[in-house]
Structure formats: C-alpha cells, structure tokens
C-alpha cells in the first residue's frame, strides 16, 4: 500500500477523529497494528493556529511516519495555506476534510457541506494539490457518498479530484444527512472504486475482523479506515490483520496487558494536554476500555469524580489488577458503532 513515496505498514487505517485521535492515541493504534493514522482535522483559520488547542493538534513528537495530517475549512487560498503551514511543521501528507457531519462544522460550509458545492469543493482541492506539490507531499481526499440520499456525488468528486491530483480518496458509507444513523452502504465505494486509479479507502462500521473482510470484498477497496470501533480497542487493528492473513482470530488480549497499555496512554496524554485538561479528556478513553467490562459502569461513574491524574491512574490501575484476579483475558467485545465522537 502506497501513498505517494510512501510504503505503508499494512492497508488498515485510523479515521481522523476529532478529541479522539490526538498524538497517544494514534501512536497507540500504530504499537497494535495500524498502518497508517490521520490527526484530528486542523483549521485553516489561521487566526486560530496560535491556539493551545490547535498547537496540540500540530504536535508530532516521536510518532512514526508518514504523519498526515487533516485540514478544514471553506477557502481556497487558507486551505493551501493551511497545508504549507502544516507540511513546514512535519505533515507528509495533507488529508482534504470532506466528511465531517458535525454541524458546527458543516454550519459554516466545511467538511461533508463541501459536498453541495462541487466547484467550491474542487477549487479547494486544486489549491491544496498546488500547494503541497513542491514540497513532494501527496494530497488525500475524505468525504462521505454525498450530501443527502438524493444527491449522492461521491463518483463525480473522486473522479474530479483524481484529475486535480489527488493520490487517494477515503469514501464513509453515510451521506452527511445520516450522521452515524443507520447502516453504513458499500455500494457507492465499491462505485469509487471502479471509477478512479487511485487507491479507495472504505470506511463506515467496520467493527470486527469478519465484517473487515466482507468490505474489502464486496467494495473492492485498497484499504479499510476504522475509526469509533477503534475507541477503547485498538488492538482491533492486530485482530483484523491477523484474520485476514490466517482465516484465525486471535485470543482476547490479557488484562495485565491492557492495563499495561492504557496505563503508558493515560501517562502519554497527560503529558500532551497537562493536569487539568489532561484528567477531563481521558475520562472518555478510560470510559470507552471499561464499557463492557464487569463493574465498568460503577467504575466510570467513580472515575468521572476524581480530579488529579494520580488519583485516576491509582484508580484504573486498581479496577484492572481486581478484573485480572478473576479473568485472565478480556470478556469477548460488545461490537457497537456507536457515535461516541465528534467525526470520523
């Protein structure tokens, strides 16, 4: 699997997710079998790059390449800005924001919106194309299969944005009018793909080793991106390459390593956001781990009162060496595809 000079690890992929897939969390799902990983999506307000909030996002200390990085927004010309702000900062590969379907993304005419104006949407395209071509950094385009059901544009844009220059586009199997409703639709990628040369990403529910499999067949695509099944289990990744390599599913991981691993996350993500902001945000990576696990609600509910990283890092430490005195592995997974994000 290639993107551009790029030779990636294997063809499954981190959706960018927006509170989600910070630096820990991406360098995480890489350790357990990713591939390739896209940050959270950055503004191309550059009025807003200055910003804590922004500056983490910018952040790619020690994590492996190639790092992509996703921008947003409605202006040709403050999005190729935005691509060569982020390229002088370490981006290897700038990712088009066309598929959020949150509204105060899509209030404002960015991310899956895009998708109503096709001449906007490609003259956004061409620019960034433009921008990161003499540093020799591919462009990569995700959207969604369109705006509404009635307007399913996905074929016609992939089609132009090959032709602008991009090198791979990422199709989720919702209109933006879905949201995260419903099921996710296989047919309008497999159409992607058929349509353009360059490599297809399917994403959209993919939430287990059987189900990776049954996509990739049925659409036909490069590659898989999974984003909200990731959440609280990012060994999936391990999971689904060995199933697809061997037919076989692995065991449920141990406790003593998964206590292990989000320990070392826990660490990781305070030292990104800090004491205050860093215990608020990792309630939810803790919350999405114990959801269902025996006395995992008692426990979130506990956990959410704690207001220091040493009391919650004492106290997840806790819950896992009392699970591991009666199990030995993790409880087979509750599969859900929940919206537990912002986008991915």
């Not at 790619?60 to 390449?65: L, Y």
């Not at 900062?89 to 404002?108: L, T």
């Not at 194309?129 to 399913?152: E, F, I, S, Y």
């Not at 287990?208 to 049925?218: C, G, N």
Request: charged residues 20%; hydrophobic residues 45%; contains cysteine.
């Amino acid at each position: 699997m290639h993107i551009g000079p790029y030779t990636l690890a294997n063809n499954l992929f981190v959706a960018p997710m927006a509170g989600v897939t910070d630096r820990p969390f991406r360098m995480l799902c890489k350790q357990l079998g990713a591939g390739y990983a896209v940050s959270e999506m950055v503004t191309s307000r550059k009025d807003l790059w200055t910003s804590l909030k922004t500056s983490r996002r910018a952040d790619h200390t020690g994590e492996s390449g190639p790092i992509a990085v996703q921008i947003a927004g409605t202006d040709a010309a403050m999005m190729a800005e935005a691509a060569v702000y982020n390229i002088e900062r370490g981006a290897q590969i700038i990712d088009i924001n066309m598929g959020c379907p949150a509204k105060k993304v899509c209030n404002k005419w960015a991310g899956s919106a895009l998708m109503q104006d096709e001449p906007l949407a490609m003259s956004i395209v061409q620019a960034v194309v433009d921008a990161a071509q003499p540093h020799n950094v591919p462009v990569t385009l995700k959207m969604r299969t369109g705006w509404c059901d009635a307007h399913k544009n996905a074929v016609a844009l992939a089609r132009a944005a090959e032709a602008a220059g991009v090198q791979m586009i990422t199709v989720h199997g919702r209109t933006r009018e879905q949201g995260y409703k419903g099921l996710a639709e296989y047919d309008t990628i497999t159409a992607v793909k058929q349509a353009v040369r360059v490599p297809v990403v399917a994403n959209g529910d993919i939430d287990s080793p059987e189900k990776a499999k049954e996509v990739l067949k049925l659409t036909g695509a490069d590659a898989l991106m999974i984003g909200r099944a990731a959440q609280g289990r990012p060994w999936i990744f391990r999971e689904i390459a060995h199933y697809l390599a061997t037919g076989e599913h692995l065991a449920q991981p141990l406790v003593e390593e998964v206590s292990r691993l989000l320990l070392a996350h826990l660490d990781e993500h305070y030292a990104l956001y800090g004491e205050r902001t860093g215990v608020r945000s990792a309630r939810k990576h803790i919350a999405w781990y114990i959801r269902s696990l025996p006395g995992g609600e008692a426990f979130r509910q506990h956990m959410n009162t704690l207001e220091d990283s040493a009391s919650q890092h004492r106290a997840v430490a806790a819950f896992f060496d009392d699970l591991a005195q009666a199990h030995e592995r993790l409880p087979e997974p509750v599969l859900s595809v929940e919206p537990l994000a912002l986008h991915e």
